[in-house]
């Protein structure tokens, strides 16, 4: 089992910069890819990004790609999202996933969920 907590959320303007976090405890936290997903008001949730176990290779979602950034420190059992260049868009209540193995796309791949932190980015 994995239990995971993000941080890091919060109100931004347009332009402006977040860093998400997520602390994750119990299981080897080196053993499951991660991901990010997010979900705003109205809508199904969505691949944001995710990241293999060693941190080597990263996968983006074209709507977010060459704006935000996915990194993990398996010393500290985190994992993170640098977030810059926000759009109202970008609104959504985030969430950080771990699949056992290797990170995917699909929400329904991923075996634990943290419960989410609420990101608004005004106009």
């Known amino acids: 089992q994995v239990q995971l907590v993000e941080s890091g959320g919060g109100l931004v303007q347009a332009g402006g910069s977040l860093r998400l976090s997520c602390a994750a405890s119990g299981s080897s936290f080196i053993s499951y890819g991660m991901g990010w997903f997010r979900r705003a008001p109205g809508k199904e949730r969505e691949f944001v990004g995710a990241i293999t176990w060693n941190g080597e290779s990263t996968h983006y979602a074209d709507s977010v790609k060459g704006r935000f950034t996915i990194s993990r420190d398996n010393a500290k059992n985190t994992l993170s999202l640098q977030m810059n260049s926000l759009k109202p868009e970008d609104t959504a209540v985030y969430y950080c996933?771990?699949?056992?193995?290797?990170?995917?796309?699909?929400?329904?791949?991923?075996?634990?969920w943290g419960q989410g932190t609420q990101v608004t980015v005004s106009s």
């Open positions: 996933a771990a699949k056992f193995h290797k990170a995917g796309t699909m929400p329904d791949e991923y075996d634990y």
